[in-house]
């Protein structure tokens, strides 16, 4: 069993910048890719961005393409997104999830979730 934790959330004035922190515990972290998605209010969660268990292949929605940057530090159970030029269609609960299968872009296909972080994107 997988526990996940998020940090890093807050409220930022567009433009702006925020790293959100996903701590892992209870399993071999460097086995599971990892996933960020995230829940705007009054809709489906979306995924964002994941990672490969070496880090060395990531994929992201075009949104946040040249903006968001996912990366991990295995020694440190951690995987992080790096947002920038931050925009008010940002604003959301983030999560991370992991997953036994590298490239999922649905939900379904991530096992652990974390409990997620809000980010606010003020204008």
């Known amino acids: 069993q997988v526990q996940l934790v998020e940090s890093g959330g807050g409220l930022v004035q567009a433009g702006g910048s925020l790293r959100l922190s996903c701590a892992a515990s209870?399993?071999?972290?460097?086995?599971?890719?990892m996933g960020w998605f995230r829940q705007a209010p009054g809709k489906e969660r979306e995924f964002v961005a994941t990672?490969?268990?070496?880090?060395?292949?990531?994929y992201y929605i075009d949104s946040v393409k040249g903006r968001f940057t996912i990366s991990r530090d295995n020694a440190k159970n951690t995987v992080y997104l790096q947002m920038n030029s931050l925009k008010p269609e940002d604003t959301a609960v983030y999560y991370c999830?992991?997953?036994?299968?590298?490239?999922?872009?649905?939900?379904?296909?991530?096992?652990?979730w974390g409990q997620g972080t809000q980010v606010t994107v003020s204008s």
């Open positions: 990672i490969n268990w070496t880090g060395d292949r990531k």
């Open positions: 999830a992991a997953s036994r299968v590298y490239g999922g872009v649905l939900s379904s296909g991530y096992d652990y």
């Open positions: 209870g399993g071999t972290f460097s086995s599971y890719a």
